[in-house]
T-cell receptor, first 114, second 110 residues
Framework: GAGVSQSPSNKVTEKGKDVELRCDPISGHTALYWYRQSLGQGLEFLIY????????KSGLPSDRFSAERTGGSVSTLTIQRTQQEDSAVYLC????????????FGPGTRLTVT | GQQLNQSPQSMFIQEGEDVSMNCTSSSIFNTWLWYKQDPGEGPVLLIA?????ELTSNGRLTAQFGITRKDSFLNISASIPSDVGIYFCAGTSGTYKYIFGTGTRLKVLA
């Protein structure tokens, strides 16, 4: 079966523009996570979804970041008025249920803000 | 955000050598995970640990959950060129929120 997919794989945008990053989790997985990985760093937790709801948004770096999930499946991470410090790889992972150690990661979206 | 301390940051080893890396936290965890990330890919889960003192193997990989519950170790025996990549530890105290280490970049010299 298909794994987690993310699109686009690479995105170059100008400072101040908005971007949307998409994640398609493994079918049937109820939990979905977004992480940010800056160059040479570990993974920084951003937000997680249980179904369509996001109980904890505290990891989002600023109010320019938002995320939604529809139909318990596809999720979109939106960054408004991008800044150069937003440049990073954004990784999505899905799990069969919240708290499962089985987090399956997508390949990530590399965002570059010029 | 909070991160775990992982060491060494990078290492170069000869093919066939054994590798050891560790991860320490200021907080107690009840689950430790070890991931490997290849260039341009997302992390892949290698080993999961659930109990203090637990020793778990996956092929040439062995990981241990430290007795204090604040550290974990990963060993790779008889390294091969395809072991190259970045190894991450991650821990959780039982919630959805996993804290990731800073990574150990491994390079194997044939």
């Amino acid at each position: 079966g298909a794994g987690v997919s993310q699109s686009p794989s690479n995105k170059v945008t100008e400072k101040g523009k908005d971007v949307e990053l998409r994640c398609d989790p493994i079918s049937g997985h109820t939990a979905l996570y977004w992480y940010r990985q800056s160059l040479g760093q570990g993974l920084e937790f951003l937000i997680y979804f249980q179904g369509n709801s996001a109980p904890d948004k505290s990891g989002l770096p600023s109010d320019r970041f938002s995320a939604e999930r529809t139909g318990g499946s596809v999720s979109t991470l939106t960054i408004q008025r991008t800044q150069q410090e937003d440049s990073a790889v954004y990784l999505c992972a899905s799990s069969p249920w919240t708290g499962s150690y089985e987090q399956y990661f997508g390949p990530g979206t590399r965002l570059t803000v010029t | 955000g909070q991160q775990l301390n992982q060491s060494p940051q990078s290492m170069f080893i000869q093919e066939g050598e054994d590798v050891s890396m560790n991860c320490t936290s200021s907080s107690i965890f009840n689950t430790w995970l070890w991931y490997k990330q290849d260039p341009g890919e997302g992390p892949v889960l290698l080993i999961a640990l659930y109990k203090a003192g637990e020793l778990t193997s996956n092929g040439r990989l062995t990981a241990q959950f430290g007795i204090t519950r604040k550290d974990s170790f990963l060993n790779i025996s008889a390294s091969i060129p395809s072991d190259v990549g970045i190894y991450f530890c991650a821990g959780t105290s039982g919630t959805y929120k996993y804290i990731f280490g800073t990574g150990t970049r491994l390079k194997v010299l044939a």
